[in-house]
């Protein structure tokens, strides 16, 4: 079983920081891409940033410049340095992974619980 535990979320004023980390435990043969999404209240999931395991990096439109993906393989860990935060960014951040259970297994989507982020004008 796999399990991703997101960290960092929290309260900060329009035009802060804060940087949120993921965490991937468990059994595993090998994680692919991980990504980070979010969801407002009333709005549909979206994906704000993904990073390929060759370190390719994809970005919404409306953070690109402002956030930054990256990824450490040998500790499974996801992060996600936002900056210049606006109130629109205010969200449920959503750490996901592409995990392959083992060598000749398919991949499957694996989801953290989620952690907070509110930006405040």
């Known amino acids: 079983q796999v399990q991703l535990v997101e960290s960092g979320g929290g309260l900060v004023q329009a035009g802060g920081s804060l940087r949120l980390s993921c965490a991937a435990s468990?059994?595993?043969?090998?994680?692919?891409?991980m990504a980070w999404y979010r969801q407002a209240p009333g709005k549909q999931r979206e994906m704000v940033a993904l990073?390929?395991?060759?370190?390719?990096?994809t970005y919404a439109d409306s953070v690109k410049g402002r956030f930054t993906i990256s990824r450490d393989n040998a500790k499974n860990t996801v992060s996600l340095q936002m900056n210049n935060l606006k109130p629109e960014d205010t969200a449920l951040y959503y750490c996901?992974?592409?995990?392959?259970?083992?060598?000749?297994?398919?991949?499957?989507?694996?989801w953290g619980q989620g952690t907070q982020v509110t930006v405040s004008s």
């Open positions: 996901n992974a592409d995990i392959r259970p083992t060598a000749w297994a398919s991949h499957f989507a694996s």
């Open positions: 990073i390929s395991s060759g370190d390719i990096t």
């Open positions: 468990g059994r595993f043969f090998s994680i692919n891409t």
